[in-house]
């Protein structure tokens, strides 16, 4: 099986996200690579999808939704997961599932690929002003 975890990332948490379950998959066996969504996959030349977005404004990153819709017919063909990359912190007592945090387009895709699932991971922001030591002590 080979698989492609497609990510779109301003920042870069989400492209580490998805590196890892990159990771993870080979680590256990299965071919697999992550890719930016900017490189324009082809979800035709694998076996299984993976895509995840950064989430800014309840939204998925507009690549990342590009993306689906373009590859709408391939993906549906395919077993698709889904993943989120969003909330900094949660109110008291709220999961990462919970259904206010899930970004707009995601009803949208269920209907139009059937992924087999979609989850939330913490986020993470990385101001500009980290890599000179401000935020280091
Ligand atoms: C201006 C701004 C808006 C954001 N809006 C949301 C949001 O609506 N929902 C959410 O869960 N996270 C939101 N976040 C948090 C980001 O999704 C989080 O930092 C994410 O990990 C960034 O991923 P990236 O480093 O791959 O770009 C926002 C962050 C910023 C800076």
Redesign the pocket.
């Known amino acids: 099986m080979n698989v492609i975890v497609v ?11 998805a590196e890892f379950i990159a990771e993870k998959l080979r680590e256990h066996g299965t071919q697999a690579e992550a890719r930016s969504v900017d490189a324009a996959p082809r979800p035709e030349e694998y076996d299984a999808v993976v895509i995840g ?7 998925w ?1 507009k690549e990342a939704a590009e993306f689906v819709r373009r590859n709408q017919t391939a993906l549906a063909d395919r077993p698709v997961w889904l993943f ?5 912190e949660l109110e008291q007592g709220a999961g990462p599932d919970d259904p206010e ?1 899930e ?1 707009r387009e995601i009803g949208e895709f269920r209907e139009s690929i059937h992924p087999r699932g979609h989850r ?7 101001p500009k002003f980290a890599s000179s030591g401000s935020l280091t002590h």
């Open positions: 990510y779109a990332s301003r920042y870069g948490s989400t492209r580490g996200i977005s950064a989430v800014y404004m309840e939204h990153m989120s990359s969003g909330p900094l945090l970004p939330v991971f913490f986020g993470a922001l990385k």
